[in-house]
């Protein structure tokens, strides 16, 4: 019954195109060249800004961590470095944090071959 129906619905409809194509046009083709132009005109008009550059702090994650059921009260970053004298691009990484470090931020400098591992410190 039900494919009857459909099919009967899409006869009607068929015919109903037949007889007046300026309806059908009007309908279904119209619409969807409006919004393919109202597209296109976007695309053209679209203005490109420049954002300037987000200014990261470590400062930003001071205060209360939540993992879990455990909240813990922050009041310092401690950031772990291990192996920068021997490399050089170790080097330049810890440069640059040092450069970049707030006031709450604290460099923990390890070597694994004194014993200190960063098991011990986490």
């Known amino acids: 019954l039900w494919f009857q129906q459909f099919g009967a619905l899409f006869r009607k409809r068929a015919l109903s195109v037949r007889r007046?194509?300026?309806a059908?046009?009007?309908q279904l083709l119209l619409p969807a060249i409006f919004i393919l132009l109202a597209l296109i005109i976007a695309a053209l008009l679209q203005v490109k800004e420049s954002m300037p550059p987000l200014k990261l702090d470590s400062g930003m994650f001071i205060g209360?961590?939540?993992?879990?059921?455990?909240?813990?009260a922050v009041e310092q970053n401690e950031i772990f470095m291990s192996?920068?004298?021997?490399?050089?691009?170790?080097?330049?990484?810890?440069?640059?944090?040092?450069?970049?470090?707030?006031a709450h931020d604290e460099f923990v400098h390890f070597h694994?071959?004194?014993?200190m591992f960063a098991a011990y410190y986490m």
């Open 83 to 102: 192996g920068v004298d021997a490399n050089p691009f170790a080097q330049e990484i810890g440069e640059a944090f040092m450069a970049t470090a707030s």
């Open 20 to 22: 007046d194509r300026r």
């Open 64 to 72: 209360t961590v939540s993992g879990g059921r455990a909240a813990v």
């Open 112 to 115: 694994e071959d004194n014993g």
């Open 24 to 26: 059908w046009a009007s």
